[in-house]
């Protein structure tokens, strides 16, 4: 009887083990998951010039996405930098025939505007997922104060 009851605890923890293996593999990143919404455009230099650039609370450490959804003024602005620095590009599929300088800045995350970002990850070598973050920030342009001229973070 003794054996029997180790056999079965066994088989239970190696079941929970398992489950827990898989819960931490298909988990997002942890970087991910900590950075709250961008709340803010904020004016910053970078490589001489001027360039606003989302944040919370003074830090670029933020994220703008559909689950991550900053505020529609931060949104409209987000998009606005999107159309003037980046029109050139095809939008992501299903919307491969318009371009992102078409998208609408209306301060809504929506699926325009995933495709948007996730053609602007393409044009720029980061994962294409959607989401604005930090691997993002570094690489894209933003808007200077003016809205004129896009410079590289």
Request: charged share 20%; aromatic share 8%.
């Amino acid at each position: 009887m003794t054996s029997r009851l180790a056999r079965r605890c066994a088989a239970g923890l190696a079941a929970a083990a398992l489950g827990t293996a898989i819960a931490a593999a298909t988990a997002a990143p942890a970087s991910a998951a900590t950075l709250a919404p961008c709340t803010t455009l904020t004016e910053m230099t970078r490589s001489g010039h001027d360039i606003m650039v989302p944040t919370l609370k003074g830090s670029v450490s933020c994220q703008i996405g559909r689950d991550f959804a900053a505020n529609r003024t931060v949104v409209s602005r987000f998009q606005f930098t999107l159309r003037r620095c980046y029109a050139g590009l095809d939008l992501a599929s299903p919307y491969s025939d318009e371009k992102v300088g078409e998208l609408t800045a209306d301060g809504y995350f929506g699926p325009r505007t995933i495709a948007a970002l996730k053609a602007v990850q393409r044009h720029i070598g980061t994962a294409a997922d959607g989401i604005y973050g930090p691997n993002t920030r570094d690489r894209m342009r933003f808007l200077t104060p003016d809205r004129v001229s896009c410079y590289h973070y």
